[in-house]
Structure formats: structure tokens, C-alpha cells
């Protein structure tokens, strides 16, 4: 599946990733730090079984089909 990702205008650590060419403007997603969005990257293929922290294909492809978007938090280790 191709997606698009865009991140959160208003949260650095939350993206939303949406099947590549989706009309996001009819996403209804609860969170308001999604309300509006920038694009970061588009056409990302994501295929098979890769599980990673933080990012697991077969997860995001099942929200992707299921809500219509899959919701990624990035968490960042300060030191």
C-alpha cells in the first residue's frame, strides 16, 4: 500500500499517515492536534511484515483500511 504522511501543525511528535492520494480534509480523526496538518512525505510504500519500534506495517495498513488513517506519536529521548 502507498501512503501519505503528514505531521501535526501543532505537535512535533504526532503523524498521520493516510493511503497516498486520500482527501484528508474528511478525515475525522478525535485527537484536535489533527485538525491541521502539514505534508512530509508522500507514496511511501509500505508492504510486507516489518515490525520496528515504533513502526509495524501489518498495524498500519489494518488502520489505514479500517479508519481510513493510522495515527503514529513519536517519542524523543532527551539526554
Known amino acids: 500500500m502507498k501512503v501519505d504522511i503528514y505531521k501535526s501543525a ?3 511528535n504526532k503523524y498521520i499517515s493516510v493511503q497516498a492520494g486520500s482527501d ?7 485527537d ?4 491541521k496538518l502539514i505534508r512530509q512525505t508522500s507514496d511511501v510504500d509500505v508492504t510486507g511484515e516489518v515490525h520496528q519500534p515504533g513502526y509495524d506495517s ?17 517519542k524523543r529521548v532527551f539526554s
Do not use: C
Open 24 to 30: 484528508i480534509s474528511k478525515l475525522d480523526v478525535p
Open 58 to 74: 501489518s498495524l498500519i495498513i489494518k488502520d489505514i483500511k479500517q479508519h481510513g488513517y493510522h495515527l503514529h506519536h513519536v
Open 10 to 12: 501543532t505537535s512535533s
Open 32 to 35: 484536535p492536534d489533527y485538525a
